[in-house]
């Protein structure tokens, strides 16, 4: 079964860093380019970074440039973000994704 | 403020028809190819539309979309009561400073 899951969400303070991970299974990982993707609480989705198969290109948005920085090891097919300086409005959903793949996502919480 | 304007919802009766449209620019929708997703409020979207008008296996051929120049339209003719939920565009906008995955703000669609 073609599946990536997330995982390492939680609550964290203002200031503080979290890791999420995302397992991918089914399908050739390494030749994907792949994404975390947010969505606030009753918002829209929000694109967060992206990297390339071979790690390559990687790219951010503005609001976590500086702060956020992702990763991949084709090796054991997985994907990961590293949140530092964590703020109130990164609380969301965050989705590990290709364009096609979605994962159930794991909640982030920044709060005191 | 999305960099994709969708409208904010959409209804139909059982069977009728609704279109859902989706409007962006050069360096977005008219330069690149546009992805339609669905989303049932509590679970990861799910991929219906790829490459502006091709489905995935498995998706109902009901649902059809659309591009030409800068806007794009999501088509559900034979509406039914499960197909209530929202719906985002998606597609790659070239900035300045490297790709960024560009979203709608999402259409709610309500079956009557």
């Known amino acids: 079964e073609v599946q990536v899951v997330e995982s390492g969400g939680g609550l964290v303070k203002p200031g503080g860093s979290l890791r999420l991970s995302c397992a991918a299974s089914?399908?050739?990982?390494?030749?994907?380019?792949m994404n975390w993707v947010r969505q606030a609480p009753g918002k829209g989705l929000e694109w967060v970074s992206s990297?390339?198969?071979?790690?390559?290109?990687?790219y951010y948005a503005d609001s976590v440039k500086g702060r956020f920085t992702i990763s991949r090891d084709n090796a054991k097919n997985s994907l990961y973000l590293q949140m530092n300086s964590l703020r109130a409005d990164d609380t969301a959903v965050y989705y590990c994704a290709s364009e096609s793949i979605w994962g159930q996502g794991t909640l982030v919480t920044v709060s005191s | 403020q999305s960099v994709l304007t969708q409208p904010p919802s959409a209804s139909g009766t059982p069977g009728q028809r609704v279109t859902i449209s989706c409007s962006g620019s050069?360096?977005?929708?008219?330069?690149?190819?546009v992805t339609w997703y669905q989303q049932i409020p509590g679970t990861a979207p799910k991929l219906l539309i790829y490459n502006n008008d091709d489905r995935p296996s498995g998706v109902p051929d009901r649902f059809s979309g659309s591009k030409s120049g800068t806007s794009a339209s999501l088509a559900i003719s034979g509406l039914q009561s499960d197909d209530e939920a929202v719906y985002y565009c998606?597609?790659?906008?070239?900035?300045?400073?490297?790709?960024?995955?560009?979203f709608g703000g999402g259409t709610k669609l309500t079956v009557l």
């Open positions: 990297v390339s198969g071979g790690s390559g290109y990687i």
């Open positions: 089914g399908f050739a990982f390494s030749t994907y380019n």
């Open positions: 998606a597609a790659w906008d070239d900035g300045l400073n490297g790709p960024v995955w560009v």
């Open positions: 050069n360096s977005n929708i008219g330069g690149n190819t």
